[in-house]
Each structure stands twice: as structure tokens, then as C-alpha cells.
């Protein structure tokens, strides 16, 4: 009884921009509870790249040549922080499907705050788990010849922030429209592996059959890739052609696009799907 | 029991007189809840079909009638989660069709299907929700302790939501309901699926929360006994209310026993009453039902004059199941079997679910 005398009632809850902020701190909050709380997951999402990198990767560098100093292992990293990215953001966003499916969806939908603030958090928190998933892939960079250079690492981290932020956005879009878990499988058949595997994450996508280099440049993640594997090979040693061959950048015609580029389509997609995901949550019943 | 919804209008007296304009407790300027004709169509199904009636402040105000008589369609629309397709309602004192973000402040929601986070504690749950309804900071510690130790749930309040039992999510969900100290809670079929013992105890938190938060309380149920806490009811069937009075009314209303026979031959049985006793019966969840004044006394007279013979014979005072039985020609159990196949579209499943 104590405590009731002390305890005023809250009677009218909030509003205003620091709800909305709340709200959105809230939501990102969540997720890295959820995250910390759930270390399989941190395991099995880190297994696949390593399984990948290692094994796919030692096994294909046993059949593409290259020269002595110049390991197809290295090729891959950039592609390999990608999709370690990309399975992590995608996962989280696709959390939403489950949230829908055991009512917690609804917890946060009936709440007086805007609808943008707990599309746009998720979207941070996805992108924060993605991020922190992708740095400890970065640290097995020694592994596969690649310096620890910090200005390098840094720019990595930024450029897998952005990655992530996309992705999750990308994958909040999608699942607002997903009503049941089983689609999940579907979507990662239909969307995350051809994203993964044209994105030139684990060959070289420049001799490609025109068909597939087309597919190969309309997915989105090759323009977040493709920095990731610009910015590494700066810091490598290696001679001209062999990085003209493993790094050729994207080339729209004849314009090889410069990173700034690649990073603002990646930001101007990201944008793009964030609003599209919003609106589909916003949309009155 | 029967005493008990009277000491409650004591308590409000609004409570008694039904479909007032206006509220007349102090310092309230309008009931808490005003529903005027609302109605909600999904294609071809009417779900809710015209319902006005007005819930006063502070009043415990239950829903009834069986799964797909529009009860969930109603509350969903009271609660701005789905928008009627005409009429209009007013909750707390803000249109739930203009105003929902107003209206959300100031409501409680407790679903039916539980919508906790199992991965979090109990203490995330409850904070997350304060952060999204933007309880002051410096007051959530204070209520969080507050609401948990309601529902006796202090004690594990670090425990993870998924090693709970079906009841404690249950009471942790109404413990959240009621953090951001609404003045409205709706409670959607708050002790479905509970055992008999959780469903008491919830009801006793409910009755004691109206005392101490002075909220009104607006639930649905489809357990008749559940709705003798309430101060006043309403039965809804088929898309429309039947009744709006307080239980006791109700009953008196009725003011006949109900008589239920076991008989070699019930279709005799029945005709023999219509024409002998003039008493129109019916079979109704395996038994020949009617209703007569007196039914004891009845009793020997049906036995001497009957001419059918009787197995078994059972007297009852009129209970809620008559209410329901004389404004819808059927118990609430009859009306479940044959309702539940005609609507699974509960909107709030649906809340976000397309595709």
C-alpha cells in the first residue's frame, strides 16, 4: 500500500518528438537484447561465412590459378563480410515474421507512437547486429592475407554499417508482407541466395555471359560489395593485372563507377526501402 | 455471489442508469465509453451490425456472447485497431477513428492471444512498454514494481517470459495493460483457456484494480459466470446486442425457473407440454428445457400429468445461461457450436497479417 501512495498515477502516456525517440531507442534496444541473449545464433550465422571462406574458398583456390602471392581466399573476404551481412540483416529483419506470428507485432502496433519509429528502429537494431556480426568476420582478415590497417578497418565498418542499414530495410519491406514463417524459406530462395551469389562475392563477375553479368549488375548488393572489395584491395600487395582481374569494379557501358557512387545507390536504396516499409506499416486497417 | 454487483453500483452509481448522455461523476465530462451504431462489414461477413450503448467511468463493463458474435470486432474498433465501416465511437473522450493516437494513450489492451516478448524478462517486457507509451522516466521504476507485485510477479520479475506458466503471462500481460496507468482497459477474453483457480485470481485482480487504479474496465467473455463480476453486461449475438442491463436485472428479468427433463421421449415430451401445460420447451445441450414460475412446485405436477416418463428431472434459479437462452433462443454452448465455424476473421489476428 506503501507504494501505491507513493506512486502517482501517469494517467495521459507521452507524445511528441521524445516519445518517438524513445520509442525508437526502445526498438533498437531490443534487438541487441535479443541478440546478446541468443549466442547460437551468433554462432550458426558466424559458421556459414567461415564454412565458406574456408572451405569453398581453399577448395577453389586449388582450381583458379592465380600467381604465387595472391590467394582466391583473399578474393573472397570482401564478398564473405557481404554475405555474413546480409544473412544477419535479413534474419533480423525477418524477426518481424515471428514477432507477427507469436503477437508481439502487435505489442508495438497498438502503441501511441509513430509507425516510422518502430520500422526505423528495427531497421538500426538489424543493422547494429549485422555490423557487429560483420567486424568479427573482419577480424579473421590476418587469416586470409589482408593488413590490419585501422584507417582500412574503419572505413570497412562504415561501409558494412550502410550494408546492413540496406539490407534491413530491404528485408523490413519484405516482411511486412509475409504473414507466415514458411514464406521465410521461400524469400531466402527467391531473394538472399541469387543476391548473394550474383553479387561477385564468390567469382569475378566481369566474364560473365551478358545475361548474367545484367542480373549480376541489377542486384543491389554487388554496389555494396564492390567498395567493401575496393576498399581491401588497396592495402594488398599485389601486381596490376591480378587486381584488374579480382577487383574490376562495376562499369555501367564504358563508366567504371567510382565508390561514391556505388556507396550513395546503396544509400539512395536504402532510403527508398525504408520509406516503402514504413508506409506499409503505417497503412490503416 | 448475488450480492455482489450491488455493492458495486454503490461504489458507481452511474453504473445503474444505462445509456445516459452524460456522465455524472465528478469531474468527468463524458462516459468513458460512447459506441453510436458501429458496424464493420469484412466482404461478405457483417460482423458487427449497428451497436450504441455508453460505458461509464469507472464501471466494469463485460462483453458476452459466444466466439463469433462480433465481440473481438467491436473491441478492436473501441480500441482503434480496426476502423468501423460506419458509426462512430468515443473512448476516453476521443473519437477512435480522428484522435487513435489520443485514444491509445489512454487505453490499456490486454489480448486475447499473448503478445509478450518470450526472449525478454518480464522487466523488459514491462520496460519496453513504458518506453513506448512514454511513461515519465523517473516514475517507471515506481510503477513497474507497482503493477508486478499486483499480479505477484515481483519475485520473478528477472525471470525470462518463456519459462512462465500459461497464467503468469497471463497476469504479466494485464500488469502491462496497466503501466501507463490507463484509464480505459480493455481486457479481450482475459481468462480464456486458464484452470479455474488462475481465472479467480485474475478476477480478483481485476475487481481490486478497479478500487484501487479507478479505471473503467471494459472485457469480453464468453464464460457466464465470469460476467456476474461485471456491473453491468451486454450480450451481444450475431452481430447485435440483445440486452444491455446489470446481471442481477437481467436474472430478475426472466423470474422463471428453469426446469431441464430427461425423458424416454423427448419430442413427446415436448408436445405433451405445449399442449397440456401450455409451456413452450425445447431440447437445448441434451435435455428438454423450459422455463416456468415456481419451478418446484411444478415439479410433482409434471410428474403425474407428464404421461411421458421422465429419467431425471433439474430445477434451477435463472443464471445468466437463462439470459443469454430467453434473448437468443439458445445457450451460449449451442450457439459456440454452430458460430464457431461461421467467422475466423479475428481482426485482431489480423491486426498486420496480409499478405
Redesign the interface.
Known sequence: MATIAAVPGVRIAGGGTSADLRALWVVWKRELIRFRRNRMRIVTSLAQPVLFLFILGTGLSTVISTADHFNFRTFMFPGILGMTVLFTSIFSAISIVWDREFGFLREMLVAPVHRWTLVLGKCLGGATVATIQGAIMLALAGLVGVPYNPVMLLVLVAEMVLTAFALTAFGVMLAARISDVQSFQVITQLFVLPMFFLSGAVFPVTKLPVWLGILSKIDPLSYAVDPIRKEVFTYLSIPPVIRHTFDPGISWGSWNLPVFVEVGLVAVAAVVMLSIAIRQFSRPT | MARRPRLLWQACPVAQTELRSTGALAGTAEPAIVAKDLKKSYKEIEAVRGVSFEVANGEIFGFLGPNGAGKSTTISML?????PTAGSARVAGYDAVVDQ??V???IG?V?Q????????TAT?NL???A??????RE?VA??L??VL?MVDLWDRRDGLVQTYSGGMKRRLEIARGLL??P?VLFLDEPTVGLDPQTRSNIWKYITELRR??QITIFLTTHYMDEAEYCDRIAIMDNGVLVAIDTPEALKGSIGEDRVELHTDNDQQAIERLMEHFQIKAQVSEGAVTFHVPGGEQFVPRLFAELGVAILSVRVARPTLDDVFMTYTGRTIRDAEASGSERMRSN??M??????
Open positions: 480500441c482503434t485497431l480496426v476502423n493516437a489520443k491509445r494513450q489512454r489492451l489480448f492471444d499473448t503478445t509478450l516478448d518470450d526472449y525478454l523488459e520496460r519496453f512498454h518506453e513506448l507509451y512514454g511513461v515519465p516514475l515506481g510503477r514494481q507497482q507485485e501507463h496507468a484509464s484501487r487504479e481482426p485482431w489480423r491486426a498486420r497479417g496480409r499478405r
